[in-house]
Structures are given as C-alpha cells and as structure tokens.
Nanobody, 123 residues
Framework: QLQLAESGGGSVLPGGSLRLSCAAS????????TGWFRQAPGKEREHVAS????????VYADSVKGRFTISRDNAKNTVYLQMDNLTPEDTGVYYC????????????????WGQGTKVTVDS
C-alpha cells in the first residue's frame, strides 16, 4: 500500500518561502496522480496543486498560481510543493494526496493521504 509522509512546514513571515516534501513508500508514485491540499482553521479542505501526466503540466488553484510549484523527483519517490511569496491566507495544514484517478484526486477524495504538515504565515 502506498504511504505518504509530509515534511517541511513551519512558520514564516509574509513574503517568505517554504518547500514542502511528500515522501512516498510502499509503491512508486509513477502509477499515481499526486497533489496537495490544505485546510485552514474553520475552513474546508481545498485543492492547492496537482499533477497527473507530467507532460500535460500541473493544475493549480487560482489563489496560488504564479507562487506555488508542484514537482516530483522520481529517483527519490518524492513530491514537492515550492511555495513562494507566502501570505497569511496560505496558513493551514498541508496534505499530500495520491490517487490513480485524477478527478477523484482533485475533488479531495484521493485514496491516499499523508498526515499533514502545518504552515503558518504571520508577522
């Protein structure tokens, strides 16, 4: 069974950057669509970024376009989320997810999830 583990969260100032990592084990991510969701206090979980076929490019939420970049290192079986120019609205717990069905992944109903890593953006 595929297992996912996020890391890289922390507290940063507005305008700062973080890179989140999602290390996969138990299976190769080559067989899965992968992505990131986040959940702020009192709000529902929302899609941040995802990728199915790397040749077609990733899909981003409008709120993070131009600031966040999702990527994958196949040799390390790891997915990354580079977050630049962070704002307080980016605060939340970030979750890595994977699914063999891309529409399910984007809807937030992926089969596999990590435990989350917390990101706080505040002065």
């Amino acid at each position: 069974q595929l297992q996912l583990a996020e890391s890289g969260g922390g507290s940063v100032l507005p305008g700062g950057s973080l890179r989140l990592s999602c290390a996969a084990s138990g299976s190769t991510l080559n067989w899965y669509a992968t992505g990131w969701f986040r959940q702020a206090p009192g709000k529902e979980r929302e899609h941040v970024a995802s990728v199915d076929d790397p040749d077609k490019g990733p899909v981003y939420a409008d709120s993070v376009k131009g600031r966040f970049t999702i990527s994958r290192d196949n040799a390390k079986n790891t997915v990354y989320l580079q977050m630049d120019n962070l704002t307080p609205e980016d605060t939340g717990v970030y979750y890595c997810t994977a699914d063999r069905t891309f529409p399910s992944l984007v809807r937030g109903t992926g089969d596999y999830w990590g435990q989350g890593t917390k990101v706080t953006v505040d002065s």
